[in-house]
T-cell receptor, first 111, second 112 residues
Framework: DQQVKQNSPSLSVQEGRISILNCDYTNSMFDYFLWYKKYPAEGPTFLISISSIKDKNEDGRFTVFLNKSAKHLSLHIVPSQPGDSAVYFCAASDNFNKFYFGSGTKLNVKP | NAGVTQTPKFQVLKTGQSMTLQCAQDMNHEYMSWYRQDPGMGLRLIHYSVGAGITDQGEVPNGYNVSRSTTEDFPLRLLSAAPSQTSVYFC???????????FGDGTRLSIL
């Protein structure tokens, strides 16, 4: 059973608007979370991370929110740009050795 | 700076054949890992290594072997290929497990 779930396979937003990608996890021992972006025929690239001691982390247009009680994290992209169109994976770890990935959400930002 | 290099990019095998997927990094990273990506499943960890001479199993290790004789290289061996191992394989590395991983561009493997 998947310990990290991304229940929305796809998301479409207009350029300039906010994109919100969601991720749920089941293992309460996870304490390190990451988001990766993936373009076709390329490997994932790191976007942003957050540890369980924080509930928010920002990097430019990207913000990750962590709700430990709900075992939920989200990635906000503001404003969304066409170049953000990609598949986004969330990942989690409880020991910094094994990482568990969600199934990904394909974001399409329309010009 | 090449980063993480995976070879080959594509491979077709017959059931029962063996092969080695190569992974090399030039960033002097201690942590290396192998994932497979299947439709609807995301990336699943096969094996990982925290340094030369040290390897451990991930989420889906069956049918795969690894070794880490140098810091730079982390090959993945399929002992007897099965159709269920048809997948895209990604190798990744990082300075340590607390740092984000750098991924290669993947090897697309088809087993007939």
């Amino acid at each position: 059973d998947q310990q990290v779930k991304q229940n929305s396979p796809s998301l479409s937003v207009q350029e300039g608007r906010i994109s919100i990608l969601n991720c749920d996890y089941t293992n309460s021992m996870f304490d390190y979370f990451l988001w990766y972006k993936k373009y076709p025929a390329e490997g994932p690239t790191f976007l942003i991370s957050i540890s369980s001691i924080k509930d928010k982390n920002e990097d430019g247009r990207f913000t990750v929110f962590l709700n430990k009680s709900a075992k939920h994290l989200s990635l906000h992209i503001v404003p969304s740009q066409p170049g953000d169109s990609a598949v986004y994976f969330c990942a989690a770890s409880d020991n910094f050795n094994k990482f568990y990935f969600g199934s990904g959400t394909k974001l399409n930002v329309k010009p | 700076n090449a980063g993480v290099t995976q070879t080959p990019k594509f491979q077709v095998l017959k059931t029962g054949q063996s092969m080695t997927l190569q992974c090399a990094q030039d960033m002097n990273h201690e942590y290396m890992s192998w994932y497979r990506q299947d439709p609807g499943m995301g990336l699943r960890l096969i094996h990982y290594s925290v340094g030369a001479g040290i390897t451990d199993q991930g989420e889906v290790p069956n049918g795969y072997n690894v070794s880490r004789s140098t810091t730079e290289d982390f090959p993945l061996r399929l002992l007897s290929a099965a159709p269920s191992q048809t997948s895209v394989y990604f190798c990744a590395s990082s300075r340590s497990g607390t740092q984000p991983q750098h991924f290669g561009d993947g090897t697309r493997l088809s087993i007939l």
